[in-house]
């Protein structure tokens, strides 16, 4: 069996149960539930497992690589495959970041979230 790369392979990473079975709840102190995509430490709704539909996909994706690896055995293909979901993942990490940042940024500046919204997402 091969190891998880990067940040995703902490022993405390959320469980990657199969469909119809519940993963067990993370929970931020104090502000609710995280997203379950390692790595990811952004609130989402309740009910909702991700954060956002990126986050599901990458979640997926990083499950699907392993289970590859895992299925295939260690080699180069495999390796480049893992490689890549977790630097997307990683990268996305970092997106969401930088927009938060700057959000508040805006927020500090005097925008509201309707300003923000119609400026960052078209939407307004």
Same mark, same amino acid.
């Given at each position: 069996?091969? /190891?998880?790369?990067?940040?995703?392979?902490?022993?405390?990473? =959320?469980?990657?149960?199969?469909?119809?079975?519940? =993963?067990?709840?993370? &929970?931020?102190?104090?502000?609710?539930?995280?997203?379950?995509?390692?790595?990811?430490?952004?609130?989402? @709704? #309740? #009910?909702?497992?991700?954060?956002?539909?990126?986050?599901?996909?990458?979640?997926?994706?990083? $499950?699907?690589?392993?289970?590859?690896?895992?299925?295939?055995?260690?080699? !180069?293909?495999?390796? &480049?495959?893992?490689?890549?979901?977790? !630097?997307?993942?990683?990268? *996305?990490?970092?997106?969401? /970041?930088? $927009?938060?940042?700057?959000? $508040?940024?805006?927020? $500090?500046?005097?925008?509201?979230?309707?300003? *923000? @919204? @119609?400026? @960052?997402?078209?939407?307004?």
């Amino acid at each position: 069996m091969t /190891q998880p790369l990067g940040e995703h392979s902490s022993p405390d990473a =959320p469980d990657r149960s199969p469909a119809g079975v519940s =993963p067990r709840r993370r &929970k931020r102190r104090g502000r609710g539930l995280i997203c379950l995509r390692d790595g990811c430490r952004r609130g989402r @709704a #309740g #009910g909702q497992r991700y954060c956002t539909l990126v986050c599901r996909r990458l979640s997926d994706e990083l $499950s699907a690589a392993q289970r590859l690896a895992e299925a295939i055995g260690p080699n !180069e293909a495999t390796a &480049k495959l893992r490689t890549a979901a977790i !630097e997307a993942a990683d990268a *996305w990490t970092a997106y969401t /970041q930088l $927009s938060d940042d700057l959000r $508040s940024t805006a927020h $500090s500046v005097g925008l509201s979230d309707e300003q *923000w @919204a @119609a400026l @960052a997402y078209g939407i307004g």
